[in-house]
Structure formats: C-alpha cells, structure tokens
C-alpha cells in the first residue's frame, strides 16, 4: 500500500503513532522503535504494510519504504510541504473512507513541488480542493457583512471574498481572484501577494 505521512505523534521514547493518507482511506498505525529501521518524517510518501494485532487497536506499521522525491532533501521545500500536508491531517483526520481526491491532489503537487514555486502549487491546490467539496464563492459578497465587494476585495480563509475593511487582510485585484477561483490559477498574482495567500492557506481548508 502507498501513502502520504499526514502527521506522526511521538508516544513512549521512540514509538510513534503514524498517520498516512492513503487513496482510498486515513491509515493509523502504530510504529515500534527499531533501530534497523528506516528514518521516516512527516511528509514522506511511503509503501508500507500493515500488521494487525489482538492486543492493540492500532495495527502496527511494517516493511516501510520512502518512496523519495528529489526535494526531499531541500530543506525549505521540506518545510512547506511539512506545513502542506499538516492542513490535510487536520481536515480529513475524522474521516475514514475517502475519494482518491486527495491523494491524487497530493500527487500532483509532490510533482510540480520542485518545477514551480511551492507556495504557489499548494494556493492552487487548496482552491482546487474547496472547489471540489463545493465550498468556493465565486460572488464578491462580503462573508462578513453581506454586501457587494466593490472596491478593496480581500480573501479570508476558505477563500471566501471580504471587503478590506471587514477583515484586515491584503487587498487583491478583483481579476486576479477571479483568475483564482474559476481558473485554479495564480498566474496574475505577484510573489508578494502569493506570501500572502500562502498565509491564508495555512489557517486550513
Ligand atoms: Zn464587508
């Protein structure tokens, strides 16, 4: 099986409790310390098995394989991929049975990491998301105070549209969010807003 480590909580000295998005579902398991083991980290694309076993809930991670993508070792673009993949853990870890949706969303993002700029892939990754559980509004009403966004358009979590003065955040060019939440496209927008959209980004889906 294959799958991406969405978040590793470190229990007892070197056990770990793993948490891998797979395509179909959100895997546990439970991964005892073992010097011969492979070094895994958040992030990591894996084979893996799973061994279950009567005297835990959880079953145990076994035969591990990192499945390495030539980023890995950059460590800045480790990093955003690490604060990428946690936004997924906290969005899916209730669910247990999933569309290939996400993994397929992580996938293409694993590819293009390196070829473009991380954040990016990731700010169209997550409108492509929202776009899929149906959550993005393409009118420029105000989340806050529910009028028309004439002038002073700025985007909150979820993307949702806001005025400026509703909600204190950057404001952006009405096409170049358009741009965004039709196309999945950052095209238009400059590096500095796209620090800024890389903000909104990690507050979650
Ligand atoms: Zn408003």
Redesign the pocket.
């Known amino acids: 099986m294959q799958g991406y480590i969405i978040n590793i909580t470190r229990v007892k000295d070197e056990d770990l409790i793993v948490t891998i998005l797979t395509k179909e579902s959100i895997k546990t398991a439970y991964r005892f310390y073992g010097a011969r083991h492979s070094t895994i980290h958040l992030g990591y694309k894996i084979d893996f098995e799973l061994l279950s076993s009567l005297k835990s809930t959880l079953p145990q991670l076994k035969s591990v394989m990192h499945l390495g993508e030539v980023w890995n070792a950059k460590r800045e673009h480790m990093l955003l991929w690490q604060a990428f993949v946690r936004l997924f853990y906290q969005h899916l870890k209730e669910i247990n049975t999933l569309d290939s949706f996400y993994f397929d969303l992580l996938q293409s993002c694993s590819t293009l990491w390196q070829k473009q700029n991380p954040k990016r892939v990731a700010i169209e990754a997550y409108t492509r998301l929202l776009a899929y559980e149906g959550r993005l509004h393409h009118a420029f009403v105000?989340?806050?105070?529910?009028?028309m966004?004439e002038e002073e358009l700025t985007l909150v979590r979820g993307f949702l549209p806001?005025?400026k003065?509703?909600?204190w955040n950057q404001s952006f060019e009405p096409l170049h969010v358009k741009t965004l939440l039709e196309e999945c496209s950052t095209i238009l927008f400059e590096d500095s807003h796209i620090d800024h959209l890389w903000k909104i980004v990690l507050q979650g889906f």
């Open positions: 105000c989340f806050s105070c529910d009028e966004i806001a005025h003065r509703c909600a």
